[in-house]
């Protein structure tokens, strides 16, 4: 029985052991890895933002542009947008 009391003393060392771990892995995730989600996060909501903002240009655009195309009544207005996503240096 004395070697049944030990070996289970010893599991439950083993759980504790494995409990500290995961309590300190969960810590350090929060503490690292959510911070790096949340700038991923708000990068991707940026980008978003300036997505959202070109497209509402292109309407506008279309929008204004319909008005001096000469084009019948109905027919389709289409501005071309185009632009960089990054600056090239000059060489």
Known sequence: MADGLDTLGEAFETLNDGAK????GNEQFKSEGL?????KVDLGVGELETLQSVMDEIKAMNKEYASYSGAPEGATVTSRYVFRTKEESSK
């Not at 771990?21 to 300190?24: A, I, K």
């Not at 911070?35 to 700038?39: A, I, R, V």
């Open 21 to 24: 771990q995961l309590y300190e």
């Open 35 to 39: 911070d790096q989600l949340k700038e």
